[in-house]
């Protein structure tokens, strides 16, 4: 017995609308993918890659988890961006985190959350980096949203500095990684003004040669 037979409902009257706007738009999306954008973005059911930018089924690669994280120890976010980067040849990977984030407003608590800490701990170490600027804020809700948009920043940066994009770069690829951020409360998206194009915009520390 399906407990969820709503669901499947649900997804065949969608299957029948798609197919009634766009006939063969199914048989035509099951031959190849050929996105140019991947994704990294908050597992937050609030925040839809495809909802957020209006594209359709086949046109951005997605990767999430908790606070959009990059981690460089991260086997399943380093095969999505290897997939993505070397054999769909994306154009432009985009980092995009939210305010009012779950994830980081937990890091900002000095109490226990279980397992979830250790993944938090990489948000602890972005607060750790900004310490002066973060609490020179005012209010707490000014602290975590300034949290939210410095994450991004910081792992647009773990994105430039794996082998993966930097071996990209060197071939000659096209590729432009984003920092971006999202608006539960309007819907709108922000650019954070971080856009890295090639190796030269990254810190020599972590510039292969």
């Known amino acids: 017995m399906r407990l969820l ?7 065949k009257q969608w299957a029948e609308r798609v197919n009634a706007s766009n006939p063969g738009f199914f048989a035509q999306l099951a031959q ?3 996105p140019d954008y991947l994704w990294i973005g908050c597992s937050d ?6 909802q957020i930018i209006d594209v359709a089924p086949g046109e951005v690669f997605v990767h999430r988890n908790i606070a959009n994280v990059v981690v460089h120890t991260d086997l399943n976010c380093l ?4 997939y993505a980067v070397e054999v769909l040849q994306v ?8 305010y009012g984030c779950g994830g980081i407003r ?19 170490d972005v607060y750790r980096y900004h310490q002066t ?5 005012e209010t707490e809700h000014e602290k975590i949203e ?17 082998t993966i994009v930097q071996n990209a770069w060197r071939a000659g690829q096209q590729l432009a990684v984003h920092g971006w951020i999202y608006s539960l409360e309007n819907g709108i998206l922000r650019d954070l003004d971080v856009c890295i194009t090639r190796p030269e915009e990254i810190s020599r520390t972590h510039r292969l040669s």
């Open 146 to 162: 300034l949290l939210c948009e410095l994450n991004v920043i910081e792992q647009v940066a773990n994105v430039c500095h794996t």
């Open 45 to 50: 059911s609030r925040v839809s890659a495809s």
């Open 32 to 34: 190849q993918q050929n």
């Open 5 to 11: 037979n709503h669901l499947f409902e649900k997804n």
């Open 133 to 137: 600027k973060i609490d020179a804020c």
């Open 91 to 98: 154009k432009h990977v985009i980092v995009c985190g939210h």
């Open 106 to 124: 937990a890091a900002m608590q000095n109490r226990e959350h279980g397992l979830i800490d250790n993944w938090l701990r990489h948000i602890k």
């Open 79 to 82: 095969s999505v961006l290897q």
